[in-house]
């Protein structure tokens, strides 16, 4: 029998153990989506205690503690750091086979060197071990990065941000890079006419242009774009349902316009058509500049409305959706490619029902003008877990080329989330030592090994080109 978390987590053969310890193991990590603070990197933040990095703005845990029956006062609320830390140490025990079980103790471990489960009896232990080493400056936030090998992060950034830190950083002489990523959500989100003609008028400000057309838009933006171009910044994300892609007239577009900014109700059409009209000019931007463009769909947000009239948005109450993915996604990405505007892509999807979906659709617009020019993106919030890497794994496998996979990414607001890449790395080389035991690959851990490294470090290098 295994021993918890032994040096063989996850790894079920020889081989496997070797891919990973002799391959994957030494890889550096680019960390290419996150949703990390830049001004606690900027002003290398020390935490006070572990329930700071651990627990502050952390759903996942948050969602476990009230399934859990623990009060919002030990969640969001105003009980102090140990009660909230104890509460979530006594919910522990019952997050077995959830994903939360082994990303707590791979990070206590990892961090810490603590080797203890965690518990309502060996919490206050563990508390005050991990409490007292981020007192020291090593484990300070830049310390935190460093020990984990990190070698660049993409933070997640609005276009109105001032990017004040990573100006910051980028002075600094940090054995790691930082960079911005363009979040431009807000510029779409027509449907809410008073948040944003509110945005609106925030962007005009920093754009320093009078946003009063559509196209006055599209040019505070661009504006935008290249400001954060000018600290490094090479990917786009956007967080949507589906993908938009009706058909529309510039005209159209100016006058849907026009009625927002008077504030003027729009049509559950006119307001498809804007975002179609909105999501089609953001790409043409990153198209420009050959940045690389991240679509996470699927994702059925703020489903508890008292709750977030409370708490507010991402504090644990949204789910997986079933929306219709083949068609909007398909009609997009031709209309970008038929112009010649199509950029490097990377889809997540949130239901594990249209894997297979994305895995073939991104075949469709490969171009051989670079390996994995559109990538199906790694297991994504729900699905950041042992079974939705291994199906997203192969499903790519299976309909794609898993050798040109860019591999895993944190998505975390935590700075004590990077075990989830030493998590991806065994599931991966698990998975491909099992094809190996089985006589499904050739016993070539060499070359295997060479494709592993590549997943784990060396495709995203040379995709994102950090450096250059």
Partial sequence: MKTFLDDNFLLQSKSAERSYHEHAKKMPIIDYHNHLIPELIATNKRFDNITQPWLYGDHYKWRAMRTNGVDERFCTGDASDWEKFEKWAETVPHTMRNP?????????????????????????????????????????????????????????????????????????????????????????????????????????????????????LINALRKRHDFFASLGCKLSDHGIEHFYAEDYTISEIESIFAKARKKAPLTHVEILKFKSAALYDLAILDHEKGWAQQFHIGALRNNNSRLLNKLGPDTGFDSIGDFQIAIPMSRFLDRLDKNDKLAKTIIYNLNPADNEVIATMIGNFQDGSIAGKIQFGSGWWFLDQKDGMEKQINALSTLGLL???????????????????????????????????????????????????DICYNNAKNYFKFNS
């Fill in 100 to 216: 939360l079980y082994h990303w707590t103790h791979l990070e206590l471990k990892r961090y810490f060197g603590v080797e203890d489960i965690l518990n309502k009896q060996t919490a206050k232990k563990i508390y005050d071990k991990a409490s007292k080493k981020l007192s020291h400056d090593e484990f300070r936030v830049q310390g935190l990065l460093t020990m984990m090998n990190v070698e660049s992060l993409c933070t997640t950034d609005d276009p109105i941000d001032s990017l004040e830190f990573h100006s910051q950083i980028k002075g600094q002489n940090l054995p790691f890079k930082v960079f911005p990523t363009w979040r431009p959500d807000k510029s779409m989100a027509i449907e809410n006419l008073e948040a944003y003609n509110e945005y609106l008028d925030k962007l005009c400000e920093v754009s320093g242009i009078e946003i009063n057309s559509y196209s006055a």
């Fill in 403 to 453: 050798s040109r996979f860019v591999g895993m990414l944190t998505d975390s607001r935590s700075f004590l989330s990077y075990p989830r890449h030493e998590y991806f790395r065994r599931i991966l080389c698990n998975l491909l030592g099992k094809d190996i035991e089985n006589g499904e690959l050739p016993n070539d851990i060499d070359f295997i090994g060479s494709m592993v490294e």
